[in-house]
């Protein structure tokens, strides 16, 4: 009896061991089996020492202008729209001008009346000057004669600066393009009515770009008009070459910042204005930048105070480094301790990250 009971006791151990075992071998198959997260990865990107990131703008053409009126009325007609190519002088915006035209009539009465006045006075003139000399006419005669024939002469001259007045006003109400280029936008419609000051249709001239950005003051010293620069744009994933064309000397109004601005070397048609690019400047060696280690802010992992980044380690899985961040340059931030050359990390992933996980590269 005894004997029987210690074998029952013997039997329900060990088939409770083998639950447990198999329950230990399916749970580690399922970690070993579980579904790796797809990720993209990026290369540590160790800043030439020989060039400075100076930080991020915007392309925008060389030649652009938005155009307004100095009078109001309602907009007769809008003969362009966006994307059209226009040439220099064609018509871009009509405003109505019925009153403008009713003036420049009655300027042109006047004119012909004062040219008439003009002309018999001159005539007068002439006439009395002769019979002066011919001691026919006094010299008061004389002197009321040039005084009639001058006023006459000033009379015109009013006329015509008259005239010339109301042409340059025809200018605000038939606004036509200032140069070759393309429409790029139009903030009104027919019928609307155009208040002055305010804008009417925007054009540019496209193939000369250059980019407007703003630079540290601890870089401000390493450049000046003629630095060249490389210009990555974002968009395209492409860099153009280019040259500061002007620079700031005060700061006091941009946030502690410099203002300057890259004219681009030759682009393709794949430029367009409003892309955002990635600036940076070669130095001299005497004074040049320093090394700087960027990643993608949209990379970087919050957690409290504390910023970090998904690297990829052995037998490709997730490991959750902790940064110490430097400079924002637009899009990018600068990393001085944490990551080093040679390192690759995690700029985006299809699924939720995690110390240890196993990822795919893309």
């Not at 970690?31 to 990026?42: H, P």
């Not at 020989?50 to 930080?55: D, E, M, N, R, V």
């Not at 681009?264 to 955002?276: F, V």
């Amino acid at each position: 009896m005894k004997n029987t009971t210690i074998y029952k006791s013997f039997t329900l151990i060990l088939a409770l061991g083998l639950t447990l075992s198999g329950c230990g071998s399916d749970e580690k198959q399922a970690v070993d089996t579980a579904e790796a997260v797809s990720v993209t990865v990026a290369d540590v990107d160790m800043g030439d020492s020989s060039t400075i990131l100076a930080g991020s703008g915007q392309i925008k053409a060389v030649n652009s202008a938005t155009l307004s009126t100095r009078m109001m009325g309602h907009v007769e007609s809008l003969p362009v729209k966006i994307g059209q190519k226009v040439n220099k002088g064609d018509l871009l915006i009509s405003i109505n001008n019925v009153d403008l035209r009713a003036k420049k009539a009655q300027v042109e009465a006047s004119i012909t009346e004062a040219t008439v006045a003009f002309n018999n006075a001159k005539k007068d003139y002439e006439r009395f000057q002769n019979l002066f000399n011919e001691n026919s006419a006094s010299q008061k005669e004389l002197d009321d004669m040039t005084a009639r024939y001058e006023m006459a002469k000033a009379r015109l001259e009013a006329a015509n600066q008259m005239k010339n007045e109301v042409n340059s006003q025809f200018a605000y109400a038939n606004i036509r393009s200032p140069f070759n280029g393309v429409v790029t936008n139009t903030y009104i419609d027919e019928g609307d009515m155009a208040n002055p000051g305010v804008p009417l249709v925007s054009v540019e001239a496209p193939g000369a770009f250059e980019v407007e950005a703003k630079v540290a003051e601890n870089n401000i010293s390493s450049i000046e008009v003629g630095t060249k620069a490389h210009v990555l744009v974002k968009t395209l994933d492409t860099t153009i070459t280019g040259k500061v064309s002007e620079l700031s000397a005060s700061a006091q109004n941009t946030g502690g910042q410099y203002l300057m601005k890259v004219l681009l070397d030759k682009t393709s048609s794949k430029i367009l204005s409003g892309m955002y690019v990635t600036v940076r400047l070669e130095a001299d060696q005497e004074n040049n930048g320093k090394t700087v280690v960027t990643v993608p802010s949209e990379a970087l992992v919050h957690k409290g105070q504390l910023t970090g980044i998904y690297t990829l380690g052995q037998d490709n899985v997730a490991l959750l480094r902790w940064l110490r961040l430097g400079e924002n340059y637009g899009e990018e931030v600068e990393v001085l301790s944490g990551l080093s050359k040679g390192d690759q990390y995690i700029v985006s992933a299809e699924g939720k990250l995690y110390n240890g996980v196993k990822v795919t590269i893309q």
